[in-house]
């Protein structure tokens, strides 16, 4: 069936680069994607997101980009920090589905090292 | 705003008990919703409602899975029996609409 998976589930970066995580997606349906933060012990926030008119969004050190043509979504970071170490999930809504067809990715850990 | 808010952080029971997990969503959303989160399947949503009204409860896994919401400020999830395999996070989350999922911190459930 359709789903979202990532091509790297373990990202090790050094305080102070950009991260680039990466998140592929199946459902050529899909209109609205979105970017969350998980970190330890808590349920999962919300980032940034990506209507499917668009091909980038930024946001405060964070980018979007998307790539219709290879059903790809990334998420850069720039100058990665500590703080930023998470587990990273895309997740995609379906064009006219319902609120409840928010589908989510497996997830990617990011870790930043000092 | 004191954001969605989860009760017990913690469930430790024995298979069998039932278990019930309660949510307040923030106040002014009109969507609830109950996902599980595993290692293996990841975050899965069981159910979610409209305006206190269940619209689509096709990820609830099996008949011991029920969930409620009596009013716009409370919702519960209920498994009755519980069994080893139902141990995850287990997430609510609130939305105004389209956009804009809340998440609260969850409740470990481990059943032994």
């Known amino acids: 069936g359709e789903s979202v998976g990532l091509h790297l589930p373990t990202l090790s970066v050094q305080e102070g680069d950009n991260s680039i995580i990466n998140c592929a997606y199946s459902?050529?349906?899909?209109?609205?994607f979105i970017w969350y933060k998980q970190e330890s012990g808590k349920g999962p926030q919300f980032i940034i997101d990506?209507?499917?008119?668009?091909d980038k969004r930024q946001g405060q050190r964070v980018t979007v980009l998307l790539n219709k043509t290879v059903k790809h979504l990334s998420l850069q970071i720039a100058a990665t920090q500590p703080g930023d170490s998470a587990v990273y999930f895309c997740?995609?809504?379906?064009?006219?589905?319902?609120?409840?067809?928010?589908?989510f990715g497996k997830g990617t850990k990011l870790s930043v090292k000092p | 705003d004191a954001g969605v808010i989860q009760s017990p952080r913690h469930e430790v029971t024995e298979m069998g008990q039932e278990v019930t997990l309660r949510c307040k969503p923030i106040?002014?959303?009109?969507?609830l919703f109950w996902y599980r989160q595993t290692m293996m399947r990841g975050l899965e949503l069981l159910i979610y409602?409209?305006?206190?009204?269940?619209?689509?409860d096709s990820g609830m896994p099996e008949d011991r899975f029920s969930a409620k919401m009596p009013n716009a400020s409370f919702s519960t999830l209920k498994i009755q029996p519980s069994e080893p395999r139902d141990s995850a996070v287990y997430f609510c989350?609130?939305?105004?609409?389209?956009?804009?999922?809340?998440f609260g911190s969850g409740t470990r459930l481990t059943v032994v």
């Open positions: 989350a609130s939305s105004p609409g389209q956009v804009g999922y809340t």
């Open positions: 459902n050529s349906a899909s209109d609205y």
């Open positions: 990506i209507r499917s008119n668009m």
């Open positions: 997740a995609e809504n379906m064009r006219g589905g319902s609120q409840g067809n928010l589908i």
């Open positions: 106040s002014g959303h009109d969507y």
């Open positions: 409602f409209n305006n206190n009204v269940p619209i689509d």
